[in-house]
């Protein structure tokens, strides 16, 4: 059964029994208040893995991408450009619809279920300002961003030690130093958190169904309408990226007609849609594009080689996410401490593997780089969790449409040119 069906089946039962038991007892004692007390365990674990994840994600692509300057220079500058269009669409969003504070009475009502302490209306000055942000990025010692599971910091650190990796890889072989066994148990140790991810993420439709019982039980179905905003706006905005820039680029940059980049490109969108990993669809991905002309060196650098910063459905969920978080607790965030959560949330982007669940992992870290504590962090995530199976289906799609149009840029005009 795919897991997609697996996260609504889990919705669906969890809905079920919070409508029928409320809070009382379901079987042996528990409720559904410990049902989504088991949930939030999953979601723990997720997020304990995500960090050292981002870290051996990034060493390895250092390790194993060979790349020239030019084309990594042109590669950044595309992804830049890319993230920078869908967060200029998210944040006009957030910011003109406010999705948010209609949801407000149903998060401080979860909230107060959950015994959990409000927040103050407005941050305090220094709150979320660049400058604090960059003092916390720059740790005191290499293990505490892990002990904190600071995303930044942990990005920072990988792309310093990926980029020294690198050096020494690339050095004569008369040099002392031999890179081959850290190599392999960088890419070794990656591989086990992939499988050891994998197996967490089976647990996902379980702990949806307890999170969604516990949710329903103290707030009842109204949960799901005051969820309508944020699901439509972030579908909405999702879509104007995919459907609206992308197609446009691509004709603009390539000549590449709209029908083409989308009609050839349906099937990688659509195996995206369905498996939820634009890792998995890497395979179709390339097909597409060697249907649309693309030459093999620039499809195999943005599917393969830069697919970590190709993750715009990801970044731009992270970002408006948040930013509906701290509407519905009434936080008033300036523009500036919008930017560094839309920071928070490329790190987040960039780190990530393309694999099931990937905004979910990271949601928790993005929401922590807000300031939220521990606990306004649970009952945030529980919040939004019953229309996450929804949203992660269109962020894999939009992370495969980016892949895609990334290789067609990289591709340039329609002469098969060379990066």
């Not at 941050?123 to 005191?140: C, F, G, N, R």
């Not at 004709?251 to 709209?258: C, F, G």
Request: with cysteine; hydrophobic share 55%; proline share 6%.
């Amino acid at each position: 059964m795919p897991l997609f069906v697996q996260v609504l089946a889990g919705v669906t039962v969890g809905a079920t029994l919070g409508v029928a038991f409320g809070k009382e007892p379901v079987a042996l004692g528990l409720g559904n208040e410990q049902l989504g007390d088991l949930g939030l365990l999953v979601i723990r674990l997720l997020k304990a893995l995500a960090v050292p994840l981002v870290l051996f994600a990034i060493l390895d692509a250092f390790l194993k991408t060979n790349l020239s300057a030019r084309g990594g220079l042109k590669l950044l500058l595309i992804c830049a450009v890319n993230v920078s269009v869908a967060f200029a669409i998210g944040l006009t969003l957030m910011n003109v619809l406010k999705p948010g504070e209609s949801s407000r009475d149903a998060f401080l009502a979860a909230q107060t279920a959950g015994k959990v302490a409000p927040l103050q209306t407005t941050l305090a000055p220094d709150a979320l300002s660049p400058i604090k942000a960059l003092q916390s990025y720059v740790p005191e010692s290499l293990v505490e961003p892990f002990l904190k599971n600071s995303i930044i910091p942990v990005v920072l650190l990988a792309l310093l030690f990926g980029a020294a990796l690198r050096r020494l890889k690339e050095a004569p072989p008369t040099s002392e130093v031999d890179v081959l066994p850290i190599e392999t148990f960088v890419h070794t140790t990656l591989q086990a958190l992939v499988l050891v991810l994998g197996w967490v993420v089976k647990t996902v439709p379980y702990a949806v169904l307890g999170l969604v019982a516990q949710v329903v039980g103290r707030a009842g179905l109204g949960v799901f309408t005051a969820l309508a905003p944020f699901l439509g706006v972030v579908l909405l905005g999702m879509g104007l990226h995919a459907f609206g820039y992308y197609p446009l680029a691509a004709w603009v940059v390539s000549r590449r007609t709209p029908r083409e980049f989308i009609g050839k490109g349906a099937d990688a969108v659509l195996t995206g849609l369905s498996t939820n990993s634009s890792l998995a669809t890497v395979p179709v991905t390339l097909r597409c594009l060697a249907k649309m002309n693309v030459s093999p060196e620039s499809a195999r650098l943005a599917a393969c080689v830069g697919t970590n910063l190709n993750n715009d459905g990801i970044t731009l969920y992270e970002a408006m996410a948040a930013l509906f978080v701290a509407q519905a607790l009434g936080l008033d965030l300036s523009f500036g401490q919008q930017l560094v959560v839309v920071l928070s949330s490329l790190m987040a982007g960039i780190g990530i593997a393309g694999i099931p669940e990937a905004g979910l992992v990271m949601l928790p870290l993005v929401l922590g780089a807000m300031g939220l504590p521990a606990p306004m962090v649970a009952v945030a995530i529980a919040f939004v969790v019953p229309v996450d199976w929804i949203l992660a289906r269109a962020r894999s799609a939009v992370n495969v449409m980016s892949d895609m149009v990334v290789a067609i840029l990289l591709d340039g005009r329609r002469t098969g040119g060379k990066v």
